[in-house]
T-cell receptor, first 116, second 112 residues
Framework: DTGVSQDPRHKITKRGQNVTFRCDPISEHNRLYWYRQTLGQGPEFLTY????????KSRLLSDRFSAERPKGSFSTLEIQRTEQGDSAMYLCASSPSLAGEGETQYFGPGTRLLVL | AQKITQTQPGMFVQEKEAVTLDCTYD???????LFWYKQPSSGEMIFLIYQGSYDEQNATEGRYSLNFQKARKSANLVISASQLGDSAMYFCAMREAPDMRFGAGTRLTVKP
């Protein structure tokens, strides 16, 4: 399977706990994106990596959120001191480093987080 | 500000018929990309079709075509010969590098 993979697929945690999600992009893709999707809404952009460099972060990404891509391959998204409002689907996407607007992003299956 | 508007929360179509899902967008950029994604109940976002702002011809991919009207800032998705497996959420998205902004989606139900 050469698609984007995410782990875990589901996570239930108690408020105040830390959680970490992993994303493995398509192997040739230099760009990696994180999105959050709440029920009944489209995905919202969180952050974006070009290789190991985090180039952009949304205002949605509070100080409790941190993302890394240490070797320019897989990425992790950590949420510290989770709150009930963090309950959502967290989607990862990757794309090749083509310039311009036609860069198609390919999505993983997502990690569904429930904070109790 | 809302950049992508999908005005149809839900749509029904009879199997084998065509359906149009509406999408309008707002941008002041000259260069942008428009995408449609399908999200079945499993949750994965599946890329369907892409239209560049400078493309003069409407994009087509199999049963999917994009009715691009630049002056009206609309990028409607047309699905021909609907199949039961087409039942899903459909999202219109616009890329103003590097962001991809999504609409709220349209839930399509194909009736046998």
């Amino acid at each position: 399977d050469t698609g984007v993979s995410q782990d875990p697929r589901h996570k239930i945690t108690k408020r105040g706990q830390n959680v970490t999600f992993r994303c493995d992009p398509i192997s040739e893709h230099n760009r990696l994106y994180w999105y959050r999707q709440t029920l009944g809404q489209g995905p919202e952009f969180l952050t974006y990596f070009q290789n190991e460099a985090q180039l952009e972060k949304s205002r949605l990404l509070s100080d409790r959120f941190s993302a890394e891509r240490p070797k320019g391959s897989f990425s992790t998204l950590e949420i510290q001191r989770t709150e009930q409002g963090d309950s959502a689907m967290y989607l990862c996407a990757s794309s090749p480093s083509l310039a311009g607007e036609g860069e198609t992003q390919y999505f993983g299956p997502g990690t569904r987080l429930l904070v109790l | 500000a809302q950049k992508i508007t999908q005005t149809q929360p839900g749509m029904f179509v009879q199997e084998k018929e065509a359906v149009t899902l509406d999408c309008t967008y707002d941008t002041s950029d000259q260069s942008y990309g428009l995408f449609w994604y399908k999200q079945p109940s499993s949750g994965e976002m599946i890329f369907l079709i892409y239209q560049g702002s400078y493309d003069e011809q409407n994009a087509t991919e199999g049963r999917y075509s994009l009715n691009f009207q630049k002056a009206r800032k609309s990028a409607n998705l047309v699905i021909s010969a609907s199949q039961l497996g087409d039942s899903a959420m459909y999202f219109c998205a616009m890329r103003e590098a590097p962001d991809m902004r999504f609409g709220a989606g349209t839930r399509l139900t194909v009736k046998p």
